[in-house]
């Protein structure tokens, strides 16, 4: 009998569904859904880099696109899914009551911004991230941060947690425990109602929480203490163990399998980020970069344990044994901001134009199609220039650096500019920023001893933009291959519901059997290359010049 499964891909901006065939990976039928409250800005403050979301958005989200997913294959079909695997973006955590349940989907929390899901591009808690760091390289007499590259990110789960119960003492009191989202979502499929039951992702805990089995799981409560009294008994209702994403996390209950239009029982794999899961949906393997490359950048790598041995990467976001192959270290790094770069810079020069439209004096179906082509004119101008065209240098830090070596205090930078400095001139610089930043990433493994042979690209960016891709192709000097799939991130997912359902023993077997293809090959162009290379040096020169400086504005 033929078996499909449901990839569930939570990403920035909306929730994908995939169903595909797990002989031949097929994909039979997709669906997306756009979380509404995010689309109407609210719980966010862009200013203070603070940036939530509800979690109706995920639950209304999860339902429409599962429904229109399954809405368009056949009965047959839809009888024979055996399994769903969930990612979603990270870190990303909510405060929980004891049975599991966000905050903000209690009446007294449901505008509460501290009770709903902390995005992962929410950079509020740079101060406790801070000190987080302190307490680990000068006071612990264990440095947590030694698996994650060393320093502790505002982006991750500890820092946030200690941000929001400074901020919100009735939130504080309130949780009972906290969950990522990834933990979170196959837990609600699975009708759990105690967090005790909620099998914790070793994906998110390695990367995010400091989880390693070197201190029995997480840090000490004594160090998380010393950090603020806040904090003490944090650790009492967490997790002592945590789960690779091919076992199963629950099955489906009746409740959900009732308002899927499911059947109850069908497998729930443990959850994970969406840039790990892509990374098996686009075909990492052993010294295969997979670069998922959207709103920002996550690097993903896999090595075996005994080549790793006891090796430490600097600067990364990572190394955790089973968090992307299970038997294997995965390893990850990436950049704050990419394709949010590009926006940020679109909505520079759409200014004028909001401008006037609130006043009246510009049609707002004017401002839409012009905001709808600022980007593809300003590649095309951008495109047309040689490297030579223009002096200016950009520094990507826009949201912060993520790696190597995270710092969200930095900010981004534009140098050389002159009278002659146009917009194409400032959008070439641009992305190739972004594209050095990559490069910095690539430098960082090498220098730490891990080799790369092959680069493999997915998201939104290597399918609207050729321009980046050949410009960071060439910046890098190799290849990079573009997976064919439009939703890898979801293949990946589907790929380890295969295997928590048992269709496959491993995750690897189902990567044989369903993975994807690719649709094109950026080549280096040899020439371009050697110039970008000291354009590059330009870059990682003057970002060490201004570090400092723009570390303190």
Known sequence: MDKYVIGVDFGTDSVRALIVDTQTGEEIASAVAYYRRWAQGLYCDPSRNQFRQHPLDYIEGLTESITEALSQVPANVRA??????????????????????????????????????????????????????????????????????????????????????????????????????????????????????????????????????????????????????????????????????????????????????LIPGIAIAVGAFDAHMGAVGGGVTDRVLVKIMGTSTCDIMVAPYEVMGGKLIRGICGQVYGSVIPGMVGLEAGQSAFGDVFAWFRQVLMWPLLEMTESGLVKQEIVDQIEHQILPRLTQAAEALSIEDTQVVALDWLNGRRTPD????????????????????????????????????????????????????????????????????????????????????????????????????????????????????????????AKYRDRYQRYRQIGGLLEEVLRKL
């Open 80 to 261: 024979q899914i055996v399994g769903i695997g969930i990612d979603t973006t990270g870190s990303t955590p909510c405060a929980v009551d004891r049975e599991g349940t966000p905050l903000a989907l209690l009446p007294e929390f449901s505008d509460n911004p501290n009770a709903m899901f902390v995005l992962w591009k929410d950079h509020t808690a740079v101060n406790e991230a801070a000190e987080i760091n302190d307490q680990a390289w000068n006071h612990a007499p264990t440095d947590y941060t030694k698996y994650v590259g060393g320093i502790y990110s505002s982006e991750w789960f500890w820092a946030k947690i200690l941000h929001v119960y400074r901020q919100d003492p009735q939130v504080r009191e309130a949780a009972y425990s906290w969950v990522e989202h990834c933990d979170w979502m196959p837990a609600l499929l699975s009708g759990i109602k105690s967090v005790e039951q909620i099998k914790r992702s070793r994906c998110a805990a390695g990367h995010k929480a400091m989880w390693h089995e070197e201190w029995n799981g997480l840090p000490a409560d004594e160090f998380f203490a010393a950090i603020d009294p806040l904090l003490k008994g944090i650790t009492k209702n967490m997790y002592r163990h945590t789960y690779p994403s091919d076992e199963l996390a629950g099955v489906l209950c009746e409740e959900w399998a009732q308002r899927l239009g």
């Open 406 to 529: 995270a710092d969200q205090t930095l900010k981004g930078a534009l140098a050389g500019l002159s009278l002659g400095t146009d917009a194409p001139r400032i959008f070439r610089a641009l992305v190739e920023a972004t594209a050095f930043g990559s490069k910095a990433v690539i430098d960082r493994f090498a220098e730490e001893g891990v080799e790369i042979d092959e680069v493999i690209a997915l998201g939104g960016i290597p399918k609207k933009n050729p321009f980046v891709m050949q410009v960071t192709a060439d910046v890098f000097d190799m290849p990079i291959k573009v997976t064919k799939s439009d939703q890898t991130c979801a293949l990946g997912a589907a790929m380890f519901a295969a295997a928590a359902a048992k269709v496959y023993p491993d995750v690897k077997t189902a990567q044989t059997h369903m993975g994807t293809e690719f649709s094109e090959t950026y080549l280096p162009r040899s020439e371009h290359a």
